[in-house]
Nanobody
Framework: QVQLVESGGGLAQPGGSLRLSCAAS????????MGWYRQAPGKQRELVAT?????????????NYADSVKGRFTISRDNAKNTVYLQMNSLKPEDTAVYYC??????????????WGQGTQVTVSS
């Protein structure tokens, strides 16, 4: 079983910055895709950003962003630590949401997993 624990949410002013972290633990062989999603009150969960690699150290990575966050948010990962980050700059009130981390890959028994974190609240308000 693979667990994800998020941290770094909180309150920020418009134009401010926050950095989210998500650490995966458990019987992990490889993590291929890691990503951040968000859900605002009354809305469906939506993709924020994803980062894909073969999960090994120093591997090539591919990133994808929602149009609404391009140029403001940056996703990165540390495969040695099984951790993904989301640097959020130039925050807007519409970025307010619960942010969820997601990871999928293979366990040490080579079984596929797709895990979610518990969510962390991000509030952008003056």
């Amino acid at each position: 079983q693979v667990q994800l624990v998020e941290s770094g949410g909180g309150l920020a002013q418009p134009g401010g910055s926050l950095r989210l972290s998500c650490a995966a633990s458990g019987s992990i062989f490889r993590i291929y895709a890691m990503g951040w999603y968000r859900q605002a009150p009354g809305k469906q969960r939506e993709l924020v950003a994803t980062i894909i690699s073969d999960g090994s150290t120093n591997s090539d990575e591919s990133t994808n962003y929602a149009d609404s966050v391009k140029g403001r948010f940056t996703i990165s990962r540390d495969n040695a630590k099984n951790t993904v980050y989301l640097q959020m700059n130039s925050l807007k009130p519409e970025d307010t949401a619960v942010y969820y981390c997601n990871a999928n890959g293979r366990t040490v028994l080579l079984r596929a997993f797709n895990s979610w974190g518990q969510g962390t609240q991000v509030t952008v308000s003056s």
